[in-house]
């Protein structure tokens, strides 16, 4: 069993800050990409950002210059720091890890339970 945990979610004001972690645990043999999507109500999940296990990194461009992710790979957690928080940044923030067990020969995408974001005017 893998499970992915994400804390720091909450309620902030325009202009402040927040970090979201998310911790795997479980079954692990390795991780290649670990990334943060979230999802507004009435919208797609979008891709925020994401870091590979080479930490090769990519953002959407609604957030680049203000979020920032890393990653720790001895203690198997992403972050995602969020900076100069907008209104339009008010979601669900979901965790996701590209996984590989052992035994296992591919890596399976997991996903957190999902973590609220609320960035008030």
């Known amino acids: 069993q893998v499970q992915l945990v994400e804390s720091g979610g909450g309620l902030v004001q325009a202009g402040g800050s927040l970090r979201l972690s998310c911790a795997a645990s479980g079954s692990i043999a390795s991780i290649n990409a670990l990334n943060w999507y979230r999802q507004a109500p009435g919208k797609q999940r979008e891709l925020v950002a994401g870091i590979t296990s080479g930490e090769s990194i990519n953002y959407a461009d609604s957030v680049k210059g203000r979020f920032t992710i890393s990653r720790d790979n001895a203690k198997n957690t992403v972050s995602l720091q969020m900076n100069s928080l907008k209104p339009e940044d008010t979601a669900v923030h979901y965790c996701?890890?590209?996984?590989?067990?052992?035994?296992?020969?591919?890596?399976?995408?997991?996903w957190g339970q999902g973590t609220q974001v609320t960035v008030s005017s």
């Open positions: 996701n890890a590209h996984i590989r067990r052992p035994g296992d020969y591919i890596f399976y995408a997991y």
